[in-house]
């Protein structure tokens, strides 16, 4: 059984026919559709040398440490921990701002804050380093 869709990706819209092949859907075909006006150009990202997050030094990380990554791209908004802090399970982190959304990042588990290994403002991508617990 077919269905079909129309689609707009960047401003393009696209005709596009389904067809629902075990249980999985699968694009049968993806022609162009009238387009709708284009929406303005956004602005222009950040160059790569201004958002990547700085290393962490070796000596900030400890032997059996868990280290906490970003979960997605985004942007750190605020720090909710120091170095020396002890917090719980579920305990807020720190605040990753992405798609326009306020994400908390909680401590997987009890334990002492190693190291804080971004900044306010710092924009990480998944799996960066965050906080380095012991």
């Known amino acids: 059984m077919n269905k079909k869709y129309n689609i707009t990706v960047n401003g393009t819209s696209y005709a596009v026919e389904v067809e629902e092949v075990g249980g999985a859907p699968v694009?049968?075909?993806?022609?162009?559709?009238?387009?709708?006006?284009?929406p303005a150009p956004a602005a222009?990202?950040?160059p790569a040398a201004l958002t990547a997050p700085?290393?962490?030094p070796a000596d900030t990380v400890s032997v059996g440490a868990s280290v906490v990554e970003a979960p997605?791209?985004?942007?750190i908004l605020d720090i909710k921990v120091a170095?020396?802090?002890v917090v719980n399970a579920g305990d807020t982190l720190l605040i990753l701002e992405a798609m326009k959304m306020e994400n908390e990042i909680?401590?997987?588990e009890a334990g002492?804050?190693?190291a804080v290994l971004t900044s306010k403002g710092?924009?990480?991508?998944?799996?960066d380093p965050l906080v380095s617990l012991t």
Request: hydrophobic share 50%.
């Open 54 to 56: 700085a290393a962490a």
């Open 112 to 114: 002492t804050v190693n």
């Open 72 to 75: 997605m791209p985004g942007t």
């Open 122 to 127: 710092m924009q990480v991508n998944a799996g």
């Open 44 to 46: 222009s990202a950040a």
């Open 27 to 38: 694009v049968t075909s993806a022609a162009p559709a009238p387009a709708a006006p284009a």
């Open 83 to 85: 170095p020396g802090q």
């Open 106 to 108: 909680v401590a997987p």
